[in-house]
């Protein structure tokens, strides 16, 4: 039962360019939503998140964007710049649930 | 320098021996989370301790254990009795579950490869 589902498994831009990452997910309850950074054999480092009392969070680059009515978020990326190139999870949690719940990942590779 | 610490980063183990994963924290993280990944799939996961002496299953608990007897520690053994145990672990951190807005610290992941 897969919740959060991220239905690119890669994506790749040109440096310079926006990248667009989409997540999917069914479950009305979560109402925290957060996405992951994660190079090869490293752990995955917070990257931003939203709660579900906002449709746009923005942090210097990145910028979340939630259609809760959708049941949609996407993270862009502006300016797109190589270091980018990682896999990207979203994330979701519900506020009477103590776990959190993944998407499968994107790929993004930024082409210099 | 605070964080979580996941050893050893490879694994190797013959088929039918119990294994056991360390993570200590010293965030002071009330807390503590184990994933999985395998590839084209999310994080799924494992077990999670809100405190010490008290864990709860995740979704693919089958085949795993664990323990939280000190607040810093949480090792996960992966047993003869889980049927792909193959995979990369990866061991996380909370502050207060409570508090919604509180983002995973994640380890650096322990890879497992039994043959």
């Known amino acids: 039962d897969q919740q959060v589902k991220q239905n690119s498994p890669s994506l790749s831009v040109q440096e310079g360019r926006i990248s667009i990452l989409n997540c999917d997910y069914t479950n009305s309850m979560f109402d925290y939503f957060l996405w992951y950074k994660k190079y090869p054999a490293e752990g995955p480092t917070f990257l931003i998140s939203i709660s579900s009392i906002k449709d746009k969070n923005e942090d210097g680059r990145f910028t979340v964007f939630l259609n809760k009515s959708a049941k949609h978020l996407s993270l862009h990326i502006v300016p797109s710049q190589p270091g980018d190139s990682a896999v990207y999870f979203c994330a979701a949690r519900s506020y009477n649930n103590n776990d959190m719940r993944f998407g499968a990942g994107t790929r993004l590779t930024v082409k210099p | 320098d605070g964080g979580i610490t996941q050893s050893p980063k490879y694994l190797f183990r013959k088929e039918g021996q119990n294994v056991t994963l360390s993570c200590e924290q010293n965030l002071n993280h009330d807390a503590m989370y184990w994933y999985r990944q395998d590839p084209g799939q999310g994080l799924r996961l494992i077990y999670y301790s809100q405190i010490v002496n008290d864990f709860q299953k995740g979704d693919i608990a089958e085949g795993y254990s664990v323990s939280r007897e000190k607040k810093e520690s949480f090792p996960l053994t992966v047993t003869s009795a889980q049927k792909n145990p193959t995979a990369f672990y990866l061991c996380?951190?909370?502050?207060?579950?409570?508090?919604?807005?509180?983002?995973?610290?994640f380890g650096n992941g322990t890879r497992l490869t039994v043959t």
């Open positions: 996380a951190s909370s502050p207060d579950t409570e508090v919604l807005n509180s983002p995973l610290h």
